[in-house]
């Protein structure tokens, strides 16, 4: 059975390997971080956070979500990311094994979100988030 912990790990080496494919240099914080990973991409440097999505989403098929908050131990508080904290979200969904590279304005105080991998059946199109606009 693969663990939590080896699933991040997964997803954090997909990344690596694309930006180094892509001509982009990763490095690891040394300390933790709101972020796993920095991408020096020659003009610029990105504070990624990477997250596994296998996870289904609730009330529809053909979407993942990914939960991007998380609570005090005591619950009395609820975080979620902010902008100035990371400039952008990689998710590597597993079914699809693809990454999906999110600016950070598309989950900026967000406690999901929700990604399509199929179309929805009822041909909703606003307010969704298709894997294949986000493809990396």
């Known amino acids: 059975m693969i663990t939590s912990n080896r699933k991040g790990q997964l997803a ?3 990344v690596e390997l694309r930006a180094i ?3 982009f240099t990763p490095s690891r914080p040394l300390m933790d971080a709101r972020y796993n990973l920095i ?10 956070q ?3 999505a296998n996870g289904t ?7 993942v979500t990914v939960n991007l908050a998380y609570e005090t131990r005591g619950r009395s508080r609820v975080y979620t990311y902010q902008k100035s904290e990371v400039e952008a979200l ?3 969904i597993p079914r699809i094994d693809k990454l999906c590279w999110f600016p950070s304005q598309t989950f900026v105080g967000k406690k ?5 991998i199929e179309l929805p059946r009822n041909g909703q199109k606003r307010g969704i988030f298709y894997a294949s606009d986000y493809y990396w």
Not at 39 to 48: A, C, H, N
């Open 112 to 116: 999901e979100l929700s990604i399509r």
């Open 50 to 52: 990477i997250k596994y």
């Open 39 to 48: 991408i020096d991409d020659g003009k610029s440097l990105s504070r990624v």
């Open 12 to 14: 954090v080496s997909k």
């Open 21 to 23: 494919e892509l001509g």
């Open 57 to 63: 989403s609730t009330n529809t098929v053909g979407a």
């Open 90 to 92: 990689i998710v590597y």
